[in-house]
Structure formats: C-alpha cells, structure tokens
C-alpha cells in the first residue's frame, strides 16, 4: 500500500541529533483512527511501533505524559513531534483552568493593566472583571466549601453545576439549585461504600440559566483550536466548528432539572436519548450559526460575539502560558465547548485536550479528516519533515481552514517593523490586537 | 396610437382601483385618508394638490405604489394573459393543460384514497379535547408532539412528477418509432412552450455583470439601507438583482417584494392567530401528511434540523389557508369525470414541501414574518414547480430551457448521456422542483433565490443546474452509471452560486 516516497533532508546546522541524508517519515498512533491513519498514509508516511524511531506521534495524553516522564529517559531528537505538550492539563483540567485564569486576573490587576478593570460592585454579587468575566463563577470542592456558600447566599434562586474535575464527556455531571442537596451528596460521597469519590474534586460552576436558544433549542459550540507554542504564543482557531444541539426541549421547570438530555450537550449523553438523530447527530455548523445570527440580529452582534470568542480563547491560553512547558516539540488541539448567552455573550465551559476523532455522520467526518489535514500542514514545516528548529510561521497557503488567532513572535515583528519605520502604515496588525 | 395608449393605462387603473377596492385593507387605507383630508395642510380649496402632498408626506404612497406593484405582478397580467389564449381557438398547449389538471385530480383523488384506507373524514374532523390540549402545550415544541404516523406516506414525490412530465403527448410528437425505442432524442422538445436561449438569458441577468458607476462610493450595506428606507417594493426587488445581498437586510427586502414589507399590521397577526385556531380545533389528514414530511426532510437535514418545530407551525397553518386557494392559478381544463376536494390551502402536501419554507428560518426569528413571506413565495414560485402548468416559467418550460441548453452548451456531456441511456433531466429534476433547496448550503441557496425574485425568474434553476453538470464535466465524462453521476452531484456543499453563474454567462 505504501507508496515508495522519500524525502531529501540535508543537516542543516552542526549539532543535528539525527543526521539524515534521505528521510523517510514514520508516525505512531495510540489512536486506531481513520481520520488519523488516512491523512499520515496520504502524506506518505509509515506507522511503526512507539518502540521504533517514530517521527510524529499522535498519542493519548498518558503516554505523552509517559514520554516526558523524568523516569522514563526518553530524549527526543530534532525531528520529532508529539500531539500534546507535557502539562496540558493546566488547560484542560476543569479546576486547573479557572485556578490558571483567576491568578491571569489578579496578575493582570497588581500590574495596572485596563484589561482587569472592574465594574462597580451591584447588589447581585461582587465587582465583575469588565473584559475578562468569560467564564461561569466556579469553584474548587470540597477546598473553596465555604466561599461557594458565601456566594450561593447572594443569590439562592441560582442554579449551580457539579462537575468532577478529572472526568470528560459529560460523565458524573449534575445541577444543584438547593443548599441542602450538595449536602446531602456530600454526606454521601463521604460513606463508607463511596470512598474513591470523596477523594475526587468537583467544580461548581454558576449555571448559564438563560441560553440562547435556536428552534427553542439549547445547543453548545464546540471549536477547534490549535496551539503550536505557548512562549511565544502562537494559536490558529479552526473556521469549521459546530454548535451541538439538544435533542430535547429546554425547559428550567424543576421536574426538568433531572433530566439530563436537556441541559448537557455532549455528543455521548444526547445519543442515549431517545431522539437522537443518526444523519446530523445534534451537529449544525457554525456557518450556519453565523449566518442565522445575521439574518435575524444584524452583523454587528454577530460580529462582536465571534470577536469575543476569540478574545475569550486568546485569554485563557494566555492565562496558562506561563505554567506551560512549551516544548518545542509538541502541539496540541484543543476542544473548546462555549455557551452562548441569549445576551449573545460566550462562556468558556471547559477545554478538552484530546477531542474526539470519532465521526458521527458524514459531514462530521469530511470535518474531521480536513482538520487532521490543516494540523498537519501548520505544525509541519514546509518540507514536510517534522524538525523543531523551524521558527513554526507557516505560510497562509499552509492554514487552510485555521484562521491565525495570535503569534505573539509575529506580532512582536510587526511592531518592530512599525517603530524602524513610523511612516508605514498599520495593517491592523493581525498579530496584537490582542494587545 | 397614443389614444389606444391612454384607453389602456384607463382601463389598467380602472381595474387596479376595482381591485384595491375589493381588498382586505381597503378600509383601513380608505380611513387614513380621510383622515389626511381633514390635516390643517389640505385645503378644501386645491384638494387635488393638496391632498396629494400630503398623502406623499406620510408615505402612503409609497405604501399605495406597494400595493399597485403586487396587484400588477399577481393578477392583473396573468388575468389578460389567459384571456387572450382563450380566444385564440385552437390552443397547441391543450393537451398539457388537460394533462394539468388531471394530474391535479389524481393527486387530490390519492389523497381521498388514503382518507378512506385510514377512514379519516376529508374534510377533518373536531380535533379531540385532549388532542387539542396537547397540540397547544405544545405548540412552541410540536417536535415532542408524538403521533403514530406509520401509516402515512408521502403522497407524491418529485420521481412521480418527472415520470407524469416525461409520458406528456403532444400532437406534435412524431409516432414513435418502434424500431428505435430507446432513450428519445429529445424528451421535452415536442412541447411548444417558448423558453429562452443563453443570449437570451444573457440580457435577462445584465444587471449581473454591470460595473458599479464610479458615482456610487457607498458600500453595499448602506445602499441597501437606503433602498428599505425607502420602503419601495421595486426597489428592494432591483437591489437583489446584483446576487450581493447583506445578509442582514434580507428578510427584510424579500418581505417587501413578495408581501407586505416591514409593515406588519394587525391583519397579518389575526389572520396567523385564526389559522393556528383552525390546526387546534379540526384534526386534518394533512397533519399527518405535514409532519411525516417534515421529518422524513427537515429533520434530517443537518442544515435546517434546528428549526424542525418552527416548520411543523408553518406548514399546519399553511394547510389551513384558504387564501392559499384564491391566490394559486391553477391550470383550467374541462376534463370529464369527478373533482376530488383538497385541503383548505388546495396544496397537497408532496414529499419535501416543508423544504420550501426551510431556507426562510434563516431570515426570520418571528413565525408570522416568515410565514407571509414564505406563503408569497409559494403562490408565486414553488407552486410553479410542483404542478403541471403552461407556465413561461413551470417546471415544464424549466425542464424545456434545461434541454435545449444542454444540447446547444454541452454537447458532449448531451451526448454522453445518451450513449449511457441517461435521461439527463431525471439527474437534475430534485434540483429544479426543490429550487435547490436541501440541496446547496444555506448560504448559496439565498443567494441563489435573492435572484428568483431580483429577476423575478425561476429560469436560473435550469441555468444553474447547467452549470453544476458543465462544472463537474470531465468527472461526469469518466463516469458511466447512474449512481456514479449521481454520486458526482450529491454533495454541492463546494459550490458558489454568484462566481459561477457570471462565468457561464459572459464566456462565448
């Protein structure tokens, strides 16, 4: 099946690890997926074994961790690439995120910067950030207990979210809008036959109670993101996202509070319930949206809601940059799940690390499979041959579907550029504005 | 000449003023304008005049001209036009329109047949209390409204009309030879039906390729701002015609050139209120019809899934509209034998008719806004699609100007098909009688549909699919089934309407 496909490489610099006068790419997947396998084996390369000299990895993020391990004494060489950076879980992490965004703020604020400032304190809570409140008010349990009661108190009537910190996909979630029952799930978690899960951090987070509903539908979005480095930061968000629908009618009716089908939007709850459709899956492409959004409320609050989509993922990959080991040879993309607000304003829900590749309907796999394609082509440089000393600037013909959300060493060129030459003009700089 | 000129314009005004008399907001306009006879700025003295001014100040005219637009598109030039085919005599297109209606009665008699296999009475039934109380909890979410439809199919779907259209004799149909009874040289040719050629086509969508006149600096969102402000009916209609419509104005500009514009008033909303009334309280075979479509179509559609419960409301008040009936100019033939009644609307619902309305949730975020346009829509385009009718523009002639193009622009692709034994029309007939809808993205298919009503046309559904099957040629030529061709032209998701229609019209 191979096709017989070698690629000239010449040393470039002294030092190389691996000097090679001909190279031919080998991958390694932890994943037996098609959308994986078909993009490596169109580009010509051979799978060999985790065991072999492999040239990109696409693995789970335990063995990624395993690969970084100080005990396991792997060195990778300059021709190596692996899909996911050491401690992604600062992102990914349910509690580590908000721990990484709520220090991002206070950071921010010690150093003066107009991005923390707060509005004035209302009745209904404590001073918010005015550009940086992006995501629901959560906290750590059982650590923050006591300051989730104090918050809880302002405002009993609110409905909170649970859940676990480590789990994904929808798994051990549940809504609270009484005191009393995170009591008594705690009492319980706390029994003799629940030992495992009193060691489990939760995070509660203020539920988003007045989503935008399309066809009287909740729905959540979920995009693409993807992080070639963290210093610098360089970030390019996928165009084709899409908005996963609930099958079942939102309802905020207590009776409804149990049902799950109408408040999670994770693929792998809605296709347990009974209306799950096979053809679409829940799934409605962010076009759509976008193109629905304009017909029915005009292209300014379109346009300001996708800006502050961006603007909400540039801050939290700024927010964990800093904690980040920014290995040279990884990348990553990220899931992000966000919720539009019927004030058309997003909420980050949460970051995954490893969204699926399994494909759902049709159009989720042309999706899937072009995304895996337009991955491959920004973290590769232009020959094609993975080498970590490539400055990792691909050219806008490598983008494809990826729009460049920041390169902070791009942006960073361009202001220079504009200081030797004040004459020139501006061009919006692509790069800073999120400055 | 001039004299003959003037009678006409006469006798047009006459009739227009018997019209708008007879219309359902006569009395309301009537009123305010006696009410403008009465301002301090009208003097009794120079009525004419002044009055005039005033009726223009407050923008009743333009409300008046909005009027008069629609009352000349809809009735009164079809109205002339039947009458002179009447007078000639011997009409060459006779045997279509008796096929017209018989093809009408058979449906209708379908639908009577399926009544009595489901012994359901045909012209409803008091919907149960309980019924009833569950369809308005429901109402806002009817895709949780469960009944059993295991029963009901479709009546008819766009395959049962092309294989009527494909078995239509005309006089002028050569007896056909039995020693070569393959696939027909030609399957529409023998119609007399006149459709245009490319040239033809050319001058008819010029607006497409005029260069903006460099006195015209202001982007398009403001230009079309300007044209609503406007509130003129051809207006917006003419702005449409360059395929470059903001989204965000649409639903606007197509409400003012197929109904009533932005100005929304209280008859629209009782006349909504009175048809949702008429789904609660009769139970109707259609309903069943209404909702099997709708989930064999929209519901399945990963573009238009989400508005499933905004197209049951739609199409069950739709089913109710006796206007609907009025408004549609059927074929007229007398055929012996029974008339079979149909629903209120006298539209029986076929497989994918929900799909016509689909696109408009789009452009509306109110069910009564989407619904007028959308009804507009259909007496004025779809349901040209979906009947047999000698209409310029019916799926007839469309099928027709689809022919002659492919034969005169693509010859090989012509021939191609032939050898294969292809009707090239049987891979394209989903497109044309759904004008695209379920088939291009959202996106492209507005754009496709700003120009059905820019230039009031639907030729460009022929044009286009002309267009589809030149653009994909060389795969097509490699191909040799059926399934293959039709696996070439399933997915149009890459396809961009505005682009490609500009190109296949000014190359040679």
Redesign the interface.
């Given at each position: 099946m191979f096709k017989k496909y070698k690629l000239k490489k010449t040393p470039r610099r002294a030092g190389n690890a691996v000097p090679h006068e001909r190279m031919r790419i080998s991958f390694c997947t932890d994943l037996d997926k098609s959308v994986l396998v078909n993009n490596f084996e169109k580009r010509g390369w051979s799978q060999v074994s985790p065991d072999d000299d492999w040239n990109f990895y696409w693995a789970s993020v335990q063995t990624c961790r395993n690969i970084f391990s100080v005990d396991s004494g792997y060195r990778m060489h300059d021709n190596q690439m692996i899909n996911h950076f050491p401690n992604h879980y600062e992102l990914s992490r349910k509690d580590l995120l908000v721990k990484n965004i709520k220090r991002y703020r206070k950071d921010l604020e010690r150093e003066g910067n107009p991005l923390a400032e707060r509005s004035e304190p209302t009745a209904a809570g404590a001073p918010r950030y005015v550009y940086l409140d992006f995501v629901p008010i959560t906290f750590v349990l059982p650590a923050d207990y006591n300051m989730f009661v104090e918050e809880y108190r302002k405002n009993p009537q609110s409905t909170w979210i649970m859940k676990p910190c480590g789990k994904s996909q929808g798994a051990g979630i549940f809504l609270i809008n009484k005191l009393s029952k995170l009591k008594r799930w705690s009492r319980e978690a706390k029994g003799p036959f629940h030992q495992q899960l009193s060691k489990e951090s939760y995070v509660i987070s203020k539920y988003i109670d007045n989503p935008l509903l399309?066809?009287?539908?909740k729905?959540d979005l979920r995009l693409y993101v993807l992080v070639t480095s963290f210093r610098p930061l360089k970030a390019y968000l996928f165009k084709q996202g899409f908005?996963r629908?609930c099958t079942?009618?939102y309802d905020t009716s207590v009776t409804e509070l149990d049902n799950m089908y109408v408040h999670l939007t994770n693929v792998s709850v809605q296709k347990h319930g009974g209306?799950y459709?096979n053809?679409?899956?829940?799934?409605?492409?962010v076009?759509?949206l976008a193109?629905?959004l304009?017909?029915?409320?005009?292209?300014e609050v379109t346009d300001r809601l996708f800006g502050s989509i961006a603007w909400l993922i540039v801050h939290s990959l700024r927010a964990v940059a800093p904690v980040m080991a920014s290995d040279r040879h990884c990348f990553e993309c990220y899931g992000y799940d966000i919720i539009i607000d019927n004030n058309l304003k997003p909420w980050l829900v949460e970051v995954n690390a490893s969204p699926s590749l399994t494909s759902t309907?049709v159009?989720d796999r042309i999706l899937k499979y072009k995304l895996i394609d337009n991955i491959l082509s920004v973290v590769l440089p232009p020959d094609g041959v993975p080498d970590v000393r490539w400055n990792k600037i691909p050219s806008a013909d490598a983008l494809g579907n990826f729009d460049l959300l920041l390169d902070e060493e791009l942006a960073a060129q361009e202001e220079q550029a504009q200081t030797a030459q004040p004459s020139t003009k501006g061009r919006g700089g692509g790069g800073n504005r999120w400055k | 000449m001039e004299e003959l000129r003037d009678a006409s314009i006469h006798h047009t005004a006459q009739k227009l003023a018997v019209a708008i008399k007879a219309m359902k907001n006569y009395d309301e306009i009537f009123k305010k304008v006696q009410i403008l006879a009465c301002s301090p700025g009208v003097d009794k003295n120079d009525l004419r005049n002044t009055l005039e001014d005033a009726i223009k100040s407050t923008g009743l005219e333009t409300e008046i001209r909005n009027i008069v637009f629609h009352l000349v598109r809809n009735t009164l030039i079809t109205e002339t036009k039947s009458q002179e085919k009447i007078g000639h005599g011997a009409d060459p297109l006779a045997y279509l329109r008796r096929s017209a209606v018989q093809w009408d009665r058979r449906v209708r008699k379908s639908l009577n047949a399926m009544c009595a296999e489901l012994s359901m009475p045909l012209h409803g039934q008091p919907r149960a209390v309980m019924d009833r109380d569950e369809l308005i909890s429901k109402w806002?979410?009817l895709?949780?409204y469960t009944i059993d439809l295991s029963n009901y199919r479709p009546v008819y779907a766009p395959k049962d009309l092309l294989d009527v259209l494909l078995s239509l004799k005309g006089p002028q149909k050569p007896p056909e030879d039995t020693e070569f009874v393959q696939v027909p040289n030609w399957e529409f040719s023998h119609i007399e039906l006149p459709v245009k050629n490319l040239f033809e086509l050319r001058l008819l969508f010029a607006e497409l390729f005029r260069k903006e006149g460099t006195t015209n600096n202001l982007d398009l969102?403001t230009q079309c701002k300007r044209i609503l402000d406007t509130k003129q009916a051809p207006l917006c209609q003419h702005f449409l015609k360059k395929g470059r419509t903001?989204?965000?104005f649409?639903?606007e500009l197509w409400s003012f050139v197929l109904s009533h514009g932005s100005y929304m008033n209280g008859q629209e909303c009782d006349h909504w209120a009175r048809l949702r009334n008429k789904v609660l309280t009769t139970d109707h075979i259609v309903d069943k019809l209404i909702f099997k479509d709708i989930q064999l179509t929209a519901?399945?559609?990963?573009?238009y899934?989400?508005?499933?419960?905004?197209l049951y409301q739609i199409m069950l008040c739709f089913s109710r509209d006796t206007e609907i009936a009025n408004q549609i100019q059927f074929e007229k033939y007398p055929v012996k034998g029974r008339n079979y009644e149909g629903p209120p609307s006298g539209v029986v619902p076929f497989h994918g008719i929900c799909m016509f309305a689909a696109p408009f949730?789009?452009?509306?975020?109110s069910s009564i806004n989407l619904y007028f346009t959308f009804r507009a829509f259909y007496i004025r385009y779809c349901h040209r699609l979906t009947t047999i009718n000698t209409h310029p523009q019916g799926i007839v002639s469309l099928c027709l100007l689809f022919e002659k193009l492919l034969q005169t622009h693509e010859p090989l692709l012509w021939s191609h098909f032939r050898e294969l034994q292809i009707q090239p029309i049987r891979v394209v007939f989903k497109w044309l009688m759904r004008a695209f809808s379920g088939h291009l993205?959202?996106?492209q298919l507005?754009i496709l549909w700003d120009l059905i009503l820019g230039y009031d046309s639907l030729e460009v559904l022929s044009l286009f699919a002309i267009i589809i099957l030149s653009f994909r040629k060389d795969s097509l030529l490699q191909v040799t089934s059926l399934d293959n061709i039709e696996a070439i032209l399933a997915d149009l998701s890459s396809i961009k309407v505005l682009p490609l229609i500009q190109l296949a019209l000014c190359r040679d």
């Open positions: 399309i066809g009287g539908k729905f908005c629908f079942v009618k209306e459709n053809l679409h899956g829940g799934k409605w492409s076009q759509n193109l629905y304009e017909g029915t409320r005009g292209k309907t159009t | 806002e979410e895709s949780n969102p903001p989204a965000p649409r639903g519901s399945n559609d990963d573009q899934f989400v508005f499933e419960d905004v949730c789009y452009l509306y975020d993205p959202p996106d507005l």
